[in-house]
Nanobody
Framework: QVRLVESGGGLVQAGGSLRLSCVASGNVFKVDTMGWYRQAPELQRELITSITSDDNVYYADSVKGRFTLSRDNAKNTVYLQMNSLTPEDTAVYYC???????????????WGRGTQVTVSS
């Protein structure tokens, strides 16, 4: 069994910072891409950042210059540093990973349960 466990969400004032973490644990053989999506109320889930196994990073325009994604391959962990937060960043943040489970022949997508980020004005 594979699990993605997120941590680090919470309530912060506008202009503040938060750091999210996501660990892929369980029967993980190899992790390809990891990243973060977010979903605000009544909106679709959107990709905001991702990082490949060779450290190519993508940022959505809405977070570029404010958010930084990093990865520790040895720990199957990604870290999302979020700075200069605004109320528009309020959403549930979901960790995503495309990985190869031990004993499997195919890479599959896995999701965390989500962590709430609320930015007050």
């Amino acid at each position: 069994q594979v699990r993605l466990v997120e941590s680090g969400g919470g309530l912060v004032q506008a202009g503040g910072s938060l750091r999210l973490s996501c660990v892929a644990s369980g029967n993980v053989f190899k992790v390809d891409t990891m990243g973060w999506y977010r979903q605000a109320p009544e909106l679709q889930r959107e990709l905001i950042t991702s990082i490949t196994s060779d450290d190519n990073v993508y940022y959505a325009d809405s977070v570029k210059g404010r958010f930084t994604l990093s990865r520790d391959n040895a720990k199957n962990t990604v870290y999302l540093q979020m700075n200069s937060l605004t109320p528009e960043d309020t959403a549930v943040y979901y960790c995503h990973a495309n990985l190869l489970r031990s004993g499997s022949y195919y890479y599959s997508d896995y999701w965390g349960r989500g962590t709430q980020v609320t930015v007050s004005s």
